[in-house]
């Protein structure tokens, strides 16, 4: 069974900080997702990494994929209270079958 | 475009009821496919559709049924409620569900308890 792997679940950090989050596997992926999702809504893809060691950035976020495909970070510069929510990863080995992670809910005081 | 809806958005059920949950998209999608999401276990997925009367299972399929007779639609039924069932619902839709630039998009849950 293939498992994503999130850390850390829980978050609490304040208004400017910066943060990491990590979503870990045994497994190769042909391509990683990143969601956020806000209480009582569906997940919102917030971007795709598909090549090993690819960078991307959305304004304030930075995406990670690893070298080996099997790994990814998603880095937060100067948090802010709008980004909090839950940030789950989804990885699909080339079948149909999405697998997500448990998810890291991040808080953000102001 | 209305995306993807779901309806009901909250229910109760009694353990040994039967019900339909409904997922409907209005973007020509082939791929559609359910997930269940507890707390601590991200979302699982239940069954899948990559096109109408084309359906497998996921990763946890026992005790619910889907159907895909057009390409907007794809219910999921549960023949007979459990306590284990209560979670939250999430339906969602891509084009192809395989590829890196395939994106999916969820609706916005069912809540269901069984009593």
């Known amino acids: 069974t293939q498992l994503l792997e999130q850390s850390p679940q829980f978050l609490s950090i304040q208004e400017g900080e910066n943060l990491t989050v990590y979503c870990n596997s045994s497994?190769?992926?042909?391509?990683l997702q990143w969601y956020r999702q806000e209480p009582g809504e569906g997940p919102v893809l917030l971007v795709t990494v598909v090549t090993g060691g690819e960078v991307k950035k959305l304004k304030r976020l930075t995406f990670q994929f690893g070298d080996a495909r099997k790994d990814s970070s998603l880095h937060i510069t100067a948090a802010q209270p709008g980004d909090t929510g839950l940030y789950l990863c989804a990885a699909n080995s080339g079948t149909y079958k999405y697998i997500f992670g448990t998810g890291t809910r991040l808080k953000v005081l102001a | 475009n209305a995306g993807v809806t779901q309806t009901p958005k909250f229910q109760v059920l009694k353990t040994g009821q039967s019900m339909t949950l409904q997922c409907a998209q209005d973007m020509n999608h082939e791929y559609m496919s359910w997930y269940r999401q507890d707390p601590g276990m991200g979302l699982r997925l239940i069954h899948y559709s990559v096109g109408a009367g084309i359906t497998d299972q996921g990763e946890v399929p026992n005790g619910y049924n889907v159907s895909r007779s057009t390409t907007e639609d794809f219910p999921l039924r549960l023949l007979s409620a459990a306590p284990s069932q209560t979670s939250v619902y999430f339906c969602?839709?891509?084009?192809?569900?395989?590829?890196?630039?395939?994106?999916?998009?969820f609706g916005p849950g069912t809540r269901l308890t069984v009593l």
């Open positions: 969602a839709s891509s084009y192809h569900g395989i590829g890196a630039a395939d994106t999916q998009y």
């Open positions: 497994s190769v992926f042909s391509s």
